[in-house]
């Protein structure tokens, strides 16, 4: 397997320069974009402006001087945490930012890929497909789980300074940092990932149908078939509030099924008339293409745009938003494999979704308020004891801590909602790598109090 990309040993006096400010033209352009983000994050009230952004260099290692500043530290990559953790505090804060560590470095051969943390989804999918020309590392979680689930190696910087890779940090830190959030644990530098097979030819779809058009019945069926069709088909559901066609100035609701299936057009039409004959599929309705073409499909890019989209860090638009989530009662993997404990019985994830382009905080107020009802009113048809929520759908709303001395038990609340049991793991490796609680944000994992003899964990 190939080496991770090398970090040089620091000498003494390269301490001082170790965080330097970049001034590329790349970093710059980067940082408007990152300010942009950080006018359009409303939910952490009372936010403080960073005293400092600090670009991790690529060619030396990091500090013990890391666990001694007194400073709070936002760590950020992409930057793309729906609450703003890697880049907004209401204490005093620095970022460090991983935008130099963007690099991905494909082994053929390995059938892995070295990934900086830096580096975006999109990133990484071109370079896979520069180098194979076809398949490689993607999100059909059906067939092959997530992202986590095929890291095997990584390197982190621990509070001490020290750069750790698997083998030197050991299991239990190498668990915790595949799906528990980085930011509790240290800094890390970059993933090995597992490629994954695909087929030269995908095929994807997008069939809509209002409320007249029967999408209750569409609904109700697809809930039946997602989760356990073939494992080449992902169909994802999506409901919209839209106008009505059919009587100005009223509102209906329409059901969209976006799917990917790693396999041809035909295959695919036979395969769902005979499950969801409901969807009333038709080949016209559906588009083979190359998976790297799928990428570009499922992002929203125009047709026919070229594969190097694919590599522009700039978001089309931002807007303001706020994401929750649940759960819904799936798959085969068990749920102590690694922190992500949403698998067995688990039959699908619903994200809520809103956005909006008026400034201020009336705008604000009226929206958040809009989908906390109705993930208020969804309370009965969800996961329960905990109602259960994804990390990478940070909603602050669960629960935060300020990381004082109630930090435990403020920590239990979020912490088993992401986590499930998973969580009581997650806490002592934290306190077994980072005592002193150093990585910390609202929803990081906190240390066990030690006048709490046994923890136990209170799941309501
Ligand atoms: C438009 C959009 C679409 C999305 N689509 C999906 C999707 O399809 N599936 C999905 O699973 N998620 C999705 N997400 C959520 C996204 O995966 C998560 O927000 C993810 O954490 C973003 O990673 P990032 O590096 O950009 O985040 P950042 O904001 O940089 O960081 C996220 C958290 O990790 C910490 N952190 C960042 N870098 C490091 C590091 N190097 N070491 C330690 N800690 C670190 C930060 O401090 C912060 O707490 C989407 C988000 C957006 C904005």
Excluded at 78 to 86: A, I
Excluded at 110 to 131: C, D, F, H, M, P
Excluded at 335 to 353: C, E, T, V, W
Excluded at 383 to 401: E, H, M, Q, W
Aim: aromatic share 10%; hydrophobic share 40%; with cysteine.
């Amino acid at each position: 397997m190939t080496p991770p990309p090398p970090l040089t040993p620091v000498s003494p006096l390269l301490l001082l320069l170790l965080f330097v400010l970049v001034s590329s033209s790349s970093a710059l352009l980067y940082d408007t974009f990152l300010q942009c983000l950080l006018n359009h994050t409303q939910v952490l009230q009372q936010q403080q402006e960073p005293s400092q952004i600090l670009h991790a260099p690529t060619n030396s290692s990091f500090p013990t001087l890391l666990g001694r500043t007194s400073t709070e530290l936002r760590i950020r990559s992409g930057g793309h945490d729906f609450e703003g953790t890697s880049y907004v505090s209401r204490a005093p804060f620095l970022i460090l930012d991983m935008f130099n560590f963007w690099s991905v470095d494909v082994d053929v051969e390995q059938e892995t890929a070295w990934v900086g943390s830096g580096a975006t989804v999109g990133e990484l999918y071109y370079r896979i497909w520069e180098k194979r020309g076809g398949g490689g590392y993607g999100n059909m979680l059906r067939k092959y789980g997530l992202a986590s689930d095929n890291v095997v190696d990584t390197q982190i910087v621990d509070v001490e300074g020290r750069v750790l890779d698997r083998s030197s940090m050991g299991e239990d830190l190498f668990w915790a940092i595949r799906g528990g959030g980085g930011a509790s644990f240290g800094v890390i530098l970059g993933y090995r990932v597992k490629l994954v097979p695909v087929p030269n030819v995908v095929t994807v779809f997008r069939v809509a149908k209002t409320i007249q058009e029967n999408a209750t019945e569409l609904v109700y069926q697809w809930q039946n078939v997602a989760p356990r069709t073939d494992n080449d088909l992902f169909m994802r559901l999506l409901l919209q509030p839209v106008s009505s066609k059919i009587q100005k100035g009223a509102k209906t609701v329409n059901a969209s099924v976006l799917a990917l299936f790693l396999g041809n057009a035909d295959r695919l039409v036979s395969l769902v008339n005979e499950e969801f004959p409901e969807l009333g599929l038709k080949k016209e309705d559906c588009a083979e293409m190359s998976w790297i073409e799928s990428a570009l499909w499922w992002g929203d890019f125009d047709s026919g745009v070229a594969v190097e989209a694919l590599l522009d860090r700039m978001p089309k638009s931002v807007n303001f938003l706020k994401r929750k989530s649940d759960y819904v009662k799936m798959g085969e993997i068990p749920m102590s494999d690694a922190p992500f404990p949403h698998r067995a019985g688990n039959l699908f994830k619903i994200q809520y979704s809103i956005s909006w382009s008026e400034d201020g905080i009336e705008a604000e107020q009226s929206n958040l308020a809009e989908i906390r009802e109705l993930y208020n009113f969804m309370t009965p048809y969800v996961s329960k004891k905990p109602r259960r929520a994804f990390l990478n759908y940070r909603d602050l709303d669960i629960g935060i801590t300020d990381n004082g001395e109630n930090s435990y038990r403020e920590g239990t609340v979020y912490g088993v909602k992401y986590f499930a049991e998973n969580f009581k793991r997650l806490v002592k490796v934290k306190t077994a790598v980072d005592p002193q609680n150093f990585f910390k944000n609202e929803q990081s994992i906190p240390v066990l109090p030690s006048k709490v003899p046994n923890m136990s964990l209170q799941l309501n």
